[in-house]
């Protein structure tokens, strides 16, 4: 999770990931705010000072010196830990794509007491002219008390559509356009151990619609539910219930994560139609070893009411596009859809810098129109991990999986999957 790559549902094999620039002890403007120095352990420090990543052998390439005292700025609130990642790679949806994503991780106030807040920005831009920025935000208050979460996106989408359900075809889709805005914006104040709830603000706005073919229920399902219009607007109100004992959602270690939102979408909000959503999302993190993690996730979508179809759930259409690594985005789309993941993730190198992961997933998209789940589509694969921030705890992530119906890729994520 944390600052990953927005995939728009990649499948991506990374050709270059040059100019791998990180500023770990780079100075937010503001001095430091004063604390109790847990970094002063002779335990701490010598921890990351063992710790290598990539900022580390850039600087023994390029000769450069590591300030005295700077694997302690971790503990310091004040301190921006910077990663920067431009790449080129290929997507089976985009094809050839530029990509350049921004991880910023910061402490607000006391880590004692306060979770690592992370900004995500960045942009993409395929030879199959997909135009993708992402603006994701999750900032943590003082002493956990306010947790904001953003989620800002425009997109100019040539891609593809498979249809609804789950067993469809890579070999049977209808092109597709679109132009896409979405803005979430949510504010969840803390009010007992790590329970937190909230209120917020959810639009998804589609112009421009195009489908450009037949092979699939799009036209179909467009018209029965929103009389084949070509722009669909989804504004509503969402209440979020949250545990969250995670303390840096870049690499969560030994935690537990439980989600649920509700939203209700309104015609007198700007709605095209009135309709409501469900989502449930639970995340188990446990720490086997100071670099071996077992991972579970498992994320839930349930709509109600004539929904337009590009706000369907689907696979990798989550928060960060990693739902369903093994499928092109889209691949299963439904009313409802259910989603689980297992992940192994293993030390590879004592001092972490390189490391690997095995997992396996599952998920279901119910068939239109009986909305009854009758086919499930599986995936395997394993990856590599490059420390890219030891500070931030921030990997670089290259995955290769492979589904059924012959769905098979490379997946690129800065920041674990989730």
């Given at each position: 999770?944390?600052?990953?790559?927005?995939?728009?549902?990649?499948?991506?094999?990374?050709?270059?990931?040059?100019?791998?620039?990180?500023?770990?002890?780079?100075?937010?403007?503001?001095?430091?705010?004063?604390?109790?120095?847990?970094?002063?352990?002779?335990?701490?420090?010598?921890?990351?000072?063992?710790?290598?990543?990539?900022?580390?052998?850039?600087?023994?390439?390029?000769?450069?010196?590591?300030?005295?005292?700077?694997?302690?700025?971790?503990?310091?609130?004040?301190k921006?830990?910077?990663?920067?990642?431009?790449?080129?790679?290929?997507t089976?949806?985009?094809?050839?794509?530029?990509?350049?994503?921004?991880?910023?991780?910061?402490?607000?106030?006391?880590?004692?007491?306060?979770?690592l807040?992370?900004?995500?920005?960045?942009?993409?831009?395929?030879?199959?002219?997909?135009?993708?920025?992402?603006?994701?935000?999750?900032?943590?208050?003082?002493?956990?008390?306010?947790?904001?979460?953003?989620?800002?996106?425009?997109?100019?989408?040539?891609?593809?559509t498979?249809?609804?359900?789950?067993?469809?075809?890579?070999?049977?889709?209808?092109?597709?356009?679109?132009?896409?805005?979405?803005?979430?914006?949510?504010?969840?104040?803390?009010?007992?151990?790590?329970?937190?709830?909230g209120?917020?603000?959810?639009?998804?706005?589609?112009?421009?619609?195009?489908?450009?073919?037949?092979?699939?229920?799009?036209?179909?399902?467009?018209?029965t539910?929103?009389?084949?219009?070509?722009?669909?607007?989804?504004?509503?109100?969402?209440?979020?219930?949250?545990?969250?004992?995670?303390?840096?959602?870049?690499?969560?270690?030994?935690?537990?994560?439980?989600?649920?939102?509700?939203?209700?979408?309104?015609?007198?909000?700007?709605?095209?139609?009135n309709?409501?959503?469900?989502?449930?999302?639970?995340?188990?993190?446990?720490?086997?070893?100071?670099?071996?993690?077992?991972a579970?996730?498992?994320?839930?979508?349930?709509?109600?009411?004539?929904?337009?179809?590009?706000?369907?759930?689907?696979?990798?259409?989550?928060?960060?596009?990693?739902?369903g690594?093994?499928?092109?985005?889209?691949?299963?789309?439904?009313?409802?859809?259910?989603?689980?993941?297992?992940?192994?993730?293993?030390?590879?190198?004592r001092?972490?810098?390189?490391?690997?992961?095995?997992?396996?997933?599952?998920?279901?998209?119910?068939?239109?129109?009986?909305?009854?789940?009758?086919?499930?589509?599986?995936?395997?694969?394993?990856?590599?991990?490059?420390?890219?921030?030891?500070?931030?705890?921030?990997?670089?992530?290259?995955?290769?999986?492979?589904?059924?119906?012959?769905?098979?890729?490379?997946?690129?994520?800065?920041?674990?999957?989730?």
């Open positions: 999770m944390g600052i990953h790559i927005l995939k728009s549902g990649r499948i991506a094999f990374t050709i270059l990931l040059l100019v791998a620039y990180t500023y770990a002890s780079a100075q937010i403007s503001k001095p430091p705010i004063a604390y109790r120095d847990t970094c002063s352990s002779t335990t701490k420090t010598d921890s990351l000072a063992r710790q290598k990543d990539v900022g580390d052998v850039l600087r023994y390439l390029f000769g450069i010196h590591t300030p005295k005292g700077s694997d302690c700025t971790l503990e310091q609130p004040g921006l830990f910077f990663s920067l990642a431009p790449a080129a790679g290929y089976l949806e985009g094809g050839p794509i530029a990509v350049v994503t921004v991880n910023a991780s910061f402490y607000i106030s006391n880590p004692i007491n306060t979770n807040s992370v900004f995500t920005f960045g942009g993409e831009y395929s030879l199959h002219n997909q135009l993708m920025i992402p603006v994701i935000s999750d900032i943590w208050s003082k002493d956990n008390k306010f947790d904001w979460l953003g989620d800002w996106r425009y997109y100019s989408y040539p891609s593809h498979y249809g609804l359900g789950s067993d469809n075809s890579l070999s049977r889709s209808d092109p597709t356009y679109y132009s896409y805005v979405q803005i979430y914006q949510e504010v969840l104040r803390h009010f007992s151990s790590n329970y937190y709830v209120l917020g603000y959810n639009y998804d706005g589609h112009y421009s619609i195009q489908d450009n073919g037949d092979a699939t229920n799009y036209e179909q399902y467009n018209n539910n929103n009389n084949g219009s070509a722009k669909t607007i989804s504004s509503g109100l969402v209440i979020h219930v949250m545990y969250d004992s995670r303390t840096n959602i870049n690499n969560p270690k030994d935690a537990l994560y439980a989600s649920a939102l509700y939203r209700t979408n309104f015609t007198f909000l700007g709605s095209t139609q309709w409501r959503y469900i989502m449930v999302e639970i995340r188990k993190y446990i720490k086997l070893s100071s670099h071996d993690v077992l579970f996730w498992s994320w839930n979508e349930f709509t109600n009411g004539p929904a337009p179809y590009f706000d369907l759930p689907a696979d990798q259409w989550d928060t960060y596009s990693n739902t690594r093994g499928y092109i985005q889209g691949f299963y789309r439904g009313t409802n859809l259910v989603y689980l993941e297992g992940e192994y993730r293993f030390g590879i190198t001092n972490g810098l390189f490391g690997g992961v095995i997992f396996a997933n599952a998920g279901s998209a119910t068939q239109w129109p009986n909305n009854k789940f009758e086919y499930i589509d599986p995936a395997e694969g394993i990856g590599a991990r490059v420390k890219f921030n030891k500070y931030s705890d921030v990997n670089l992530c290259v995955d290769y999986a492979v589904g059924i119906y012959g769905s098979r890729g490379f997946f690129f994520n800065l920041g674990e999957v989730f």
